[in-house]
């Protein structure tokens, strides 16, 4: 199945600067790739998501990038705010005629990002 | 309002007991998911199912089971309860909903369970 790598595990920020998350994939056949924040005590939520007929996707201060040759996808936030601060799951999905994955999610290990003010 | 709900959010129960984790949706989806979340670490996938009367084992082994009957309702049971089984439970369904024209998952909010 797919294998989700994620880099750093822990990530510490002034406010105002940028942030940046990796992460590597292994299966070539994945074709969508979403970031979901997670709060103390929520629940994740999704933040932006891309598919792979894109290289990149923008939504105010976040973005997010894929390299499809290299097999790997970023998580860009500028202007760092202290409510950034959360723990952010990148995520790989194969898609759905494959096998019995059926879209299924491969999550990435997580990365605690703290912003200080 | 389109959601998912999971009862209870907090849980505290004595070893040996039966528990059920309740999970529901209201967005129609036919994929359904629980995983288990120790705090602040990684999503580990327990159980997950495509439709009614699917359901698949995940990545993590898990001692407890699930049942599909209705498209809305995932619940996750445990017969024997151990201190091993402390964890926060996650229940996630895929699928369209607001207005998206692509599928996404969405978490409910989420079991805590303390087992003693």
């Known amino acids: 199945g797919e294998n989700v790598e994620q880099h750093p595990s822990t990530l510490s920020v002034q406010e105002g600067d940028s942030a940046v998350i990796k992460c590597t994939y292994s299966?070539?056949?994945?074709?969508?790739f979403p970031w979901y924040k997670q709060e103390l005590g929520k629940r994740p939520q999704l933040i932006i998501d891309?598919?792979?007929?894109?290289g990149e996707k923008k939504d105010q201060r976040i973005a997010v990038t894929l390299n499809k040759t290299a097999k790997h996808f970023s998580l860009h936030i500028t202007e760092t705010q202290p409510e950034d601060s959360a723990v952010y799951f990148c995520?790989?999905?194969?898609?759905?005629?494959?096998?019995?994955?059926?879209?299924?999610?491969?999550f990435g290990r997580g990365t605690q990002l703290t912003v200080w003010p | 309002e389109a959601d998912i709900y999971q009862t209870p959010r907090y849980l505290v129960i004595g070893t040996g007991k039966k528990i059920t984790l309740e999970c529901s949706q209201t967005?129609?989806?036919?994929?359904m998911y629980w995983y288990q979340q120790d705090p602040g670490m990684e999503l580990h996938l327990i159980h997950y199912?495509?439709?009614?009367?699917?359901?698949e084992k995940g990545d993590l082994s898990s001692e407890s089971t699930v049942s599909r009957i209705r498209t809305e309702h995932f619940p996750l049971t445990l017969e024997s309860a151990r201190p091993s089984h402390t964890s926060q439970y996650l229940c996630?369904?895929?699928?369209?909903?607001?207005?998206?024209?692509?599928?996404?998952?969405?978490f409910g909010p989420g079991t805590r369970l303390l087992v003693l």
């Open positions: 199912s495509y439709g009614v009367n699917s359901t």
């Open positions: 299966d070539s056949a994945s074709n969508y």
């Open positions: 996630a369904s895929r699928g369209l909903a607001g207005g998206n024209f692509k599928e996404t998952q969405y």
């Open positions: 995520a790989a999905s194969p898609p759905y005629d494959r096998g019995s994955t059926l879209g299924r999610l491969y």
């Open positions: 891309i598919r792979s007929n894109v």
């Open positions: 967005m129609g989806h036919d994929k």
